[in-house]
């Protein structure tokens, strides 16, 4: 389970089998970058705060808040921000199989 994430903590996480789940606090400053290598599953992101710049499969977007994105699985993120923002993904694993 998640708890909140306070304005001094950068990240909160879980992990499962089957998709990673993260709030993300992006920073100024900050540079948040998640390999395109072809093990990289799908990634699903909504900004929850402020206002983020992710470039992704060769193309880049300006979101704020409420708006999202989904980056097909192999391709990798860079997220970024002026002014500071909070982001929400879910990276699904491309290795998840129905048994």
């Known amino acids: 389970m998640l708890g909140s994430l306070s304005s001094e903590a950068r990240k909160a996480a879980a992990s499962g089998a089957h998709l990673d789940i993260e709030f993300l606090r992006v920073g100024p400053d900050d540079r948040i ?3 395109g290598a072809a093990a ?3 990634e699903v992101a909504v900004v929850l705060e ?6 992704a499969a060769e193309e880049s977007y300006d979101l704020s808040v409420g708006e999202g994105i989904i980056i097909p699985p192999g391709e990798g ?3 970024q921000s002026a002014n500071g923002g909070l982001l929400y993904r879910v990276i699904v ?3 998840t199989t129905r048994e």
């Open 93 to 95: 694993h491309p290795h």
């Open 77 to 79: 993120s860079i997220w």
């Open 50 to 55: 402020g206002h983020l710049h992710v470039d």
């Open 40 to 42: 990289a599953g799908e």
């Open 33 to 35: 970058e998640r390999s």
